[in-house]
Nanobody
Framework: QVQLVESGGGLVQAGGSLRLSCAAS????????MGWYRQAPGKQRELVAD???????HYAETVKGRFIISRDNAKRTVYLQMNSLKPEDTAVYFC??????????WGQGTQVTVSS
């Protein structure tokens, strides 16, 4: 049973930073690409960043240069360091595990709220 548990969300002022964590179980973590997605109220879920099993990263244009995705295979955890946060980054952030190049499992999400 795949389980992904996000943590680290919260309320922060614009310009601040947060680090999200996603702990995985039930999978051979080091074999899997992982991703972070977000969904704002009334909007579709969108890709924020993903990281391959080999550590290659990819970012949405809206977060490039501000967010950093990383992984620690020993801890079976993927991180999202979010810097220079903006009010438009406010959303529920979800961790995903990829299979066949697409997200196949999701965490429960963690709320990030950026105040102006």
């Amino acid at each position: 049973q795949v389980q992904l548990v996000e943590s680290g969300g919260g309320l922060v002022q614009a310009g601040g930073s947060l680090r999200l964590s996603c702990a995985a179980s039930g999978i051979i973590f080091s074999f899997n690409a992982m991703g972070w997605y977000r969904q704002a109220p009334g909007k579709q879920r969108e890709l924020v960043a993903d990281i391959s099993s080999g550590g290659r990263t990819h970012y949405a244009e809206t977060v490039k240069g501000r967010f950093i995705i990383s992984r620690d295979n020993a801890k079976r955890t993927v991180y999202l360091q979010m810097n220079s946060l903006k009010p438009e980054d406010t959303a529920v952030y979800f961790c995903s595990r990829y299979a066949g190049g697409s997200p196949s499992s999701w965490g429960q999400g963690t709320q990030v709220t950026v105040s102006s």
